[in-house]
């Protein structure tokens, strides 16, 4: 009895010496990033300095030249760029519509083209509309009743979702296979509504793919604001011959060279352990992508800046990976892959910010079960910050690529009610960011690397679980 008292207490003594270390370590990391974090000024200069960074454009490459050099100050153990083939696509000229009721008698809308669309003729388009909600009501209304016109999708983001990314889950279809499926019946444009839970006058764009629809098949697809579409949704309504006119004058140039950018700390007992932390680097054109992603860039970087400023030295190697591309063909999501498959890299862990810069409420995982009992056991350790939202389920487009059987892949989940307000439109600017949220995610982000290197990705030992 008295060996199985000794052992028990033996086994309480390292429970509570390991809960002890590492609730000090998070608190040493939080602090850090709320006094002394450099996120904020980061994404200061990517925002108000260099500004929008679509794939291939020179604010892209002004982008890649800064990171790269804030790394190189922080003393990492090594710093270089990752070359990758990204598209070029270019907006041109800004957009124009109306809505004609009679001849003569307009209403100016607001629109944008979508990434990867095609050009209005010259001197633009104007047709009769067709208004649906999906794919099922456009095959129904046929060839017959499609061709010649300009079809208008107008499916909103659903309200009363609470989570507003399975919202946007559930319309973005329609942006991204609308002209897609509207050329089938012989559509000669496309309208659809902002990926939006509010009604303003701002469009909002992203990507759309033809397939392997021939160039001259192709039809321009544009975005609307929701104001705009309910206006439009409204006329219809009233008046079935209303038309619509649209001119954008965008434009698919040649493929050009750009990088991913990645700065590491080599792992003082595992170098050939990878983790990674990222966010991605583009954005698209309209703002200067401050939620989407240049947040998740900062907060990512200052994960590396805090190891280092809280004295932690990493068992694993950790890396930041600015990933290129994600908007508009996730070309450098997929290039690091491959070159990580093809080096033989075994990585572990990846972690992606790409859920705008607000408050963090915890973290989504794609692992097995038992890691996610691994994580679970941590729950305790967040809550004082208020982050304790744990849950299986995605974890973000880039880092994807890199998913095996084993390892463990996760992303940041921040409060998520403001971010479409601002997703892919033009007030996506910097003024939108609250520095204390940023800092926030950049510790929380910094929190779960620092367990997981600690830890490693299998099941924790029952001597270092920290549950109630």
């Not at 083209?113 to 104007?126: D, F, I, M, Q, R």
């Not at 107008?154 to 919202?167: D, G, S």
């Not at 963090?360 to 994580?375: I, K, L, N, W």
Request: hydrophobic share 40%; proline share 3%.
């Amino acid at each position: 009895m008295k060996k199985i008292t000794l052992l028990t207490a033996l086994l309480a003594s390292i429970i509570g010496f390991s809960q002890t270390a590492d609730e000090a370590a998070l608190r040493t990391i939080f602090t850090q990033s709320l006094t002394n974090g450099k996120s904020y000024d980061w994404l200061n200069h990517l925002s108000n300095q260099i500004g929008s960074r679509l794939s291939g454009s020179l604010g892209a490459e002004k982008a890649v030249d800064y990171t790269k050099e804030e790394l190189e100050k922080l003393g990492l153990d090594k710093v270089w760029l990752q070359p990758v083939m990204v598209p070029r696509w270019i907006r041109g000229a800004k957009e124009f519509a109306f809505i004609e009721s009679e001849p003569g008698k307009t209403n100016n809308v607001n629109i944008c083209a979508l990434g990867g669309s095609v050009a209005t003729p010259a001197l633009g388009l104007k047709a009769n509309v067709v208004e649906v909600q999906n794919f099922e009501e456009l095959k129904a209304l046929g060839k017959k009743n499609v061709e010649g016109k300009i079809v208008f999708y107008n499916r909103p983001m659903e309200a009363e979702l609470i989570q507003t990314f399975q919202a946007y889950g559930g319309c973005v279809n329609q942006r991204y296979k609308g002209a897609l499926e509207a050329s089938k019946y012989g559509a000669i444009g496309v309208i659809v509504r902002s990926m939006n839970l509010r009604l303003d006058d701002l469009p909002h764009t992203g990507s759309m793919t033809y397939g392997d629809l021939p160039v001259d098949k192709r039809i321009p697809s544009a975005a609307i604001s929701t104001n705009d579409a309910e206006l439009l949704s409204a006329m219809l309504k009233l008046n079935k011959d209303v038309k619509f006119y649209f001119k954008q004058s965008c434009k698919q140039l040649a493929d050009v060279q750009s990088y991913n950018v990645i700065g590491q700390i080599t792992g003082s007992e595992f170098p050939n352990e990878y983790m990674i932390v990222g966010g991605h680097l583009d954005s698209w054109d309209l703002g200067d992508g401050s939620h989407d992603d240049g947040a998740g860039v900062v907060q990512s970087m200052d994960v590396l800046r805090l190891l280092k400023e809280s004295g932690i030295k990493p068992k694993r190697s950790i890396r930041v990976v600015l990933f290129m591309n994600e908007e508009n063909g996730l070309r450098g999501g997929k290039k690091y892959a491959e070159v990580a498959k093809q080096k033989g890299e075994n990585h572990i862990f990846a972690l992606e910010s790409d859920a705008g810069g607000f408050t963090p409420r915890g973290f989504s995982f794609d692992c097995t079960d038992a890691a996610f009992e691994q994580v679970l056991s941590w729950q305790k350790l967040f809550k004082p910050y208020l982050i304790h939202f744990f849950e299986k389920g995605g974890s973000g487009a880039d880092v994807g690529p890199l998913k095996t059987d084993s390892n463990v892949l996760c992303g940041l989940r921040p409060d998520s009610q403001r971010y479409f307000d601002h997703h892919h439109a033009s007030n996506d600017t910097f003024d939108a960011i609250n520095k204390r949220e940023l800092e926030l995610g950049a510790a929380t982000m910094t929190a779960l690397v620092y367990l997981f290197d600690k830890y490693g990705v299998n099941p924790i030992s029952k001597t270092s679980e920290l549950k109630d």
